[in-house]
């Protein structure tokens, strides 16, 4: 369950694979380095905002029909 803090939502690396439908794996390869990380409470976690987030949401390599469209 998310963090809510003043109106924004920040979701721990696990939580935010899930919330952009990925495996924590590729979170950890191709999407982590490039968001900032917030700490909350003693444990110190790394927590993700979900506006940061929402960048990443629903983008995905196009198809090789699609490149072909372009070109034409």
Do not use: W
């Not at 924004?8 to 999407?31: C, H």
């Amino acid at each position: 369950m998310p963090l809510e803090i003043d109106g924004e939502k920040y979701y721990t690396a696990a939580e935010a694979a899930r919330y952009l439908g990925i495996s924590r794996d590729t979170f950890y390869r191709n999407v982590k380095d490039n968001l900032r990380p917030y700490k909350h409470g003693a444990l110190k976690r790394d927590y993700f905002r979900q506006s940061d987030l929402n960048r990443y949401k629903g983008i995905y390599p196009a198809s090789d029909d699609d490149t072909s469209d372009a070109s034409s």
